[in-house]
């Protein structure tokens, strides 16, 4: 009985805390179809998004744009081919798997734009799945600075696939040297 109050009780507190992030973001739900020219282009090296980079990603209140909890830190790999693996040190979510998903070029945003899902699995102090945490990110890659900047938002699905929770966020980074 203890067990199972402590439970659920980290699972609302999750699930709390992904809330106060805001409402749902225009680009959750968009779903990456890797072109054959992406592909080819990851494929070859051309992309030099290709590598790793530390990020910095701020929780952002979706309508305001305002900052919501404090910042953390996080790496993101981008690999050729186009899947993409991650990993946040965010205190929202201290217990959680790695992420892994998939990137594309997508030059009909702009130039040296991306875009970016990833999924990764909340878990309580004990271990157990809390449901799926869906990242999806539009990127902006400087490559003068070798930086890139992302907006974007998420969705937090308990372990039936019903939307618990969702928000919004930015993140800087810098290419890993």
């Known amino acids: 009985m203890k067990t199972r109050s402590a439970k659920n009780i980290a699972i609302g507190c999750l699930a709390l805390i992904l809330l106060v992030a805001g409402a749902r973001t225009s680009t959750m739900g968009q779903e990456i179809v890797q072109t054959e020219?992406?592909?080819?282009?990851?494929?070859?090296?051309?992309n030099s998004l290709i590598g790793v980079w530390e990020t910095t990603v701020?929780?952002?209140?979706?309508?305001?744009?305002?900052a919501v909890g404090p910042a953390f830190i996080g790496l993101v790999t981008f690999h050729k081919g186009g899947t993409v693996s991650e990993y946040g040190a965010n205190p929202a979510t201290p217990f959680r798997t790695p992420g892994h998903g998939i990137w594309q070029a997508a030059p009909w945003l702009g130039e040296d734009r991306y875009l970016m899902n990833f999924t990764f699995i909340p878990l309580t102090p004990a271990g157990a799945p809390v449901g799926r945490l869906k990242v999806s990110q539009t990127l902006e890659y400087k490559r003068y600075l070798d930086q890139s900047s992302t907006t974007g938002g998420f969705q937090l699905f308990n372990p039936s696939g019903v939307v618990i929770g969702s928000g919004c966020s930015t993140s800087t980074a810098i290419r890993f040297r």
Not at 37 to 46: L, R, V
Not at 58 to 66: A, Q, V, Y
């Open 37 to 46: 020219e992406a592909q080819k282009a990851a494929d070859s090296g051309q």
């Open 58 to 66: 701020t929780p952002r209140n979706c309508l305001t744009g305002e």
